[in-house]
């Protein structure tokens, strides 16, 4: 049976690379793919960022892989309309709570980063990020007028227990498969939310987790030595808003925010199945758009990880990450990732270097 995919390439650079990565889908086969519209490009057809429609669809799929969303455009409208709504909707009514965001520099792009090329070289870390939750979501917020005349802006940062649990149970999950380390961040030292964090993480790991190392660090800290020694981590655990801020942090340490996927994962359902959207860390990247600068590995390699983790489809899997590898070891680069004596490219011609390279690979 061909697998359900929703492809959404939202807006900006959206588009551009989800087309690369679906002349790559066509050529792996077994799969029935529906596109439909988010963010900006959901606005402007329907006037919401994500129609109902939308959703629905999403909820039937077996995986949805989306592009991107936002853009200048889209600015000034209030924020219930606004793109990034469409995305947080997404995740929210998928209950996705899960976020992976795994940051490896591929060896050829060692010398890409703004670090040192030692402190990056051979870099593999999983950020695994709590996304339905926290300040995102928490009630009370709003802007409230005051009597004063002043105005009051609210978000509330809150997590339970369940909360809490569900995402440390997948990253010491994911641990047993690596290194067998966990480093929860939190800000314990401010924050009850934080406090309960660190808590709760503790107590699932002395219950069911105890082969795997546990250690706990203020967020501040983490920003630091994610810069200053990053190979020390192996699994990171921690909120929503950290993970989006600690995450941006550790795709750079690999050279490009536009080498850098992401899974986002629900709960197991009764047949071991998650409802899962694989998008790049990047974002829509207004000012590139629509001139083929864009790199669409990013996106492809979110494909992979759709291969990977929703459909135990592991050859076809690492059958892309080899040749992603193979065409950054040639090269062949995009802008962002571009170095003297190497052959720039843009996205079309990134896509069918990849292309090119798996057939190679695979010897077809
Ligand atoms: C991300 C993005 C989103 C977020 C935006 C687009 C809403 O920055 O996926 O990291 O803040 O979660
Ligand atoms: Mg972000």
Same mark, same amino acid.
């Given at each position: 049976m061909a697998k359900r995919v929703l492809i959404l390439p939202g807006d900006g650079i959206g588009p551009e690379v989800m087309a690369q990565v679906r002349r790559l889908l066509d050529r792996i086969g077994g799969f029935s793919i529906d596109e439909g519209l988010v963010g900006g490009a959901a606005y402007d057809a329907h006037g919401t960022p994500l129609h109902d429609d939308t959703l629905a669809e999403a909820l039937k799929a077996d995986a949805v892989l989306l592009g991107a969303v936002g853009g200048p455009k889209w600015d000034t409208l209030p924020f219930a309309d606004k793109p990034e709504r469409g995305l947080l909707r997404l995740r929210k009514d998928m209950d996705l709570f899960a976020n992976l965001r795994p940051a490896l520099v591929f060896d050829a792009l060692a010398g890409a980063s703004t670090l040192k090329t030692d402190l990056v070289r051979g870099l593999d870390i999983m950020i695994v990020r709590e996304?339905?939750?926290?300040?995102?979501?928490?009630?009370?917020?709003?802007?409230?007028?005051?009597?004063?005349?002043?105005?009051?802006?609210?978000?509330t940062q809150v997590y339970t227990t369940?909360?809490?649990?569900?995402?440390?149970?997948?990253?010491?999950?994911?641990?047993?498969?690596?290194?067998?380390?966990?480093?929860?961040?939190?800000?314990?030292?401010?924050?009850?939310?934080?406090?309960?964090?660190?808590?709760?993480?503790?107590?699932?790991?002395?219950?069911?987790?105890?082969?795997?190392?546990? %250690?706990?660090?203020?967020?501040?800290?983490?920003?630091?030595?994610?810069?200053?020694?990053?190979?020390?981590?192996?699994?990171?655990?921690?909120?929503?808003?950290?993970?989006?801020?600690?995450?941006?942090?550790?795709?750079?340490?690999?050279?490009?925010?536009?080498?850098?996927?992401?899974? %986002?994962?629900?709960?197991?359902?009764?047949?071991?199945?998650?409802?899962?959207?694989?998008?790049?860390?990047?974002? %829509?990247?207004?000012?590139?758009?629509?001139?083929?600068?864009a790199n669409p590995m990013a996106c492809i390699l979110s494909a992979s990880m759709m291969l990977r983790y929703s459909f135990d489809r592991t050859a076809e899997a690492d059958?892309?990450?080899?040749?992603?590898?193979?065409?950054?070891?040639?090269?062949?680069?995009?802008?962002?990732?571009?170095?003297?004596?190497?052959?720039?490219?843009?996205?079309?011609?990134?896509?069918?270097?990849?292309?090119?390279?798996?057939?190679r690979l695979s010897g077809a």
């Open positions: 996304l339905t939750g926290g300040v995102y979501f928490g009630e009370p917020r709003g802007i409230e007028a005051l009597p004063n005349g002043e105005r009051r802006g609210v978000n369940s909360e809490i649990v569900r995402v440390a149970r997948v990253a010491f999950e994911l641990a047993r498969k690596r290194d067998r380390r966990v480093c929860s961040v939190e800000k314990a030292n401010v924050m009850e939310s934080g406090l309960l964090w660190r808590e709760e993480v503790q107590t699932l790991h002395d219950a069911d987790y105890a082969d795997v190392a546990l %250690s706990h660090m203020y967020a501040d800290n983490c920003a630091m030595q994610l810069v200053r020694q990053p190979k020390q981590f192996d699994v990171i655990v921690t909120d929503n808003l950290f993970g989006d801020l600690l995450s941006d942090c550790a795709a750079m340490l690999t050279g490009s925010l536009g080498m850098l996927p992401s899974a %986002s994962l629900g709960a197991e359902d009764a047949d071991g199945r998650r409802k899962a959207l694989y998008e790049p860390v990047h974002g %829509s990247a207004p000012d590139i758009a629509g001139r083929d600068k059958l892309i990450d080899r040749a992603c590898q193979e065409v950054l070891n040639a090269g062949i680069r995009t802008g962002d990732i571009v170095e003297p004596g190497m052959t720039p490219v843009g996205t079309v011609a990134m896509g069918d270097a990849v292309l090119a390279a798996m057939d």
